[in-house]
């Protein structure tokens, strides 16, 4: 399987959805739609943490790329969710450069960034050396949700930020708050 990240960077055509119900089947099913990646959408569906935590578990097993759509940018939820396997992350309500790299810096191991722990569904449980789980965690996707005026101001910015992979624009949004 080609990895998500190195396909996004090469410019190749990705075809996903959204996950908004949490059911492992759904993940099941959908893993074998022909679709290149899926998304839970742990910010506007009721996914927990155990939820999501299965539904990534199932994601993996069936080699099928999973990225999840945060609530929030704080650290904690990043490390929670690509501890637990996922793929990367889509962030939401990203409005500045500086945003953009903090939550880069989040979601890579090393000073001021996430932290490590081998015994996760990310490190495939203590089976994997550190020096392969530090490299796997580069190979993590991380995309910037623009949904707010400020964000487009500095969607050059943004876009531009080392570690920062693409940016998903949130038309919903970007339209309530244009008015």
Do not use: W
Request: proline share 4%; charged share 20%; aromatic share 4%.
């Amino acid at each position: 399987m080609t990895d998500l990240k190195d396909r996004i960077s090469s410019g190749q055509m990705i075809a996903g959805t959204f996950v908004k119900t949490p059911a492992i089947e759904m993940v099941e099913v959908l893993s074998m739609s022909g679709l290149d990646v899926l998304c839970l959408d742990a910010e506007h569906a009721p996914f927990d943490r155990a939820r999501l935590d299965a539904c990534l578990a199932v994601a993996r097993g069936r080699e099928m790329p999973c990225l999840v759509r945060v609530p929030d940018a704080q650290p904690a939820t990043l490390l929670q969710v690509l501890d637990s396997g996922a793929d990367g992350v889509v962030v939401p309500h990203v409005d500045s450069a500086k945003k953009a790299e903090a939550i880069a810096r989040a979601c890579r191991f090393g000073h001021g960034g996430r932290g490590f722990a081998g015994s996760t569904r990310s490190a495939n449980y203590a089976t994997q050396s550190m020096a392969d789980v530090l490299e796997g965690g580069s190979a993590v996707t991380v995309i910037a949700q623009i949904e707010d005026p400020e964000g487009v101001t500095e969607a050059t910015g943004i876009a531009g930020t080392d570690g920062i992979d693409g940016i998903f624009l949130g038309p919903a949004d970007l339209s309530v708050a244009y008015g």
